[in-house]
């Protein structure tokens, strides 16, 4: 079983920065890829990121694209989100996940994390 927990969600200024960090235990975290989601209330959640075990596959939804950057130190067994000019749209409840492969599609994910807020003020 793996276990996966988000820190760093909190309220930031439009154009602002923040990070989110997602601690994993259990499994080699290094055997796996992650990725981030994102949820706001009454739609669907969405995708953010995503990163291959070995790093050779990393994905970006077009709407985070040039801002987001995900990255995972698996000597520390945490994936990270590095979220630069923030918007307001950008406002959810954000997600880590794990599974096998690097994909936009939630289903495919064996692993959550219970989310973090993150709230962007104009």
């Known amino acids: 079983q793996v276990q996966l927990v988000e820190f760093g969600g909190g309220l930031v200024q439009a154009g602002g920065s923040l990070r989110l960090s997602c601690a994993a235990s259990?499994?080699?975290?290094?055997?796996?890829?992650v990725g981030w989601f994102r949820q706001v209330p009454g739609k669907e959640r969405e995708f953010v990121a995503a990163?291959?075990?070995?790093?050779?596959?990393?994905y970006y939804a077009d709407s985070v694209k040039g801002r987001f950057t995900i990255s995972r130190d698996n000597a520390k067994k945490t994936v990270y989100l590095q979220m630069n000019s923030l918007k307001p749209e950008d406002t959810a409840v954000y997600y880590c996940a794990g599974g096998p492969t690097a994909t936009m599609i939630q289903g495919e994910y064996r692993y959550w994390g219970q989310g973090t807020q993150v709230t962007v003020s104009s």
């Open positions: 990163f291959s075990w070995g790093g050779s596959r990393i």
């Open positions: 259990g499994r080699p975290f290094s055997t796996y890829a």
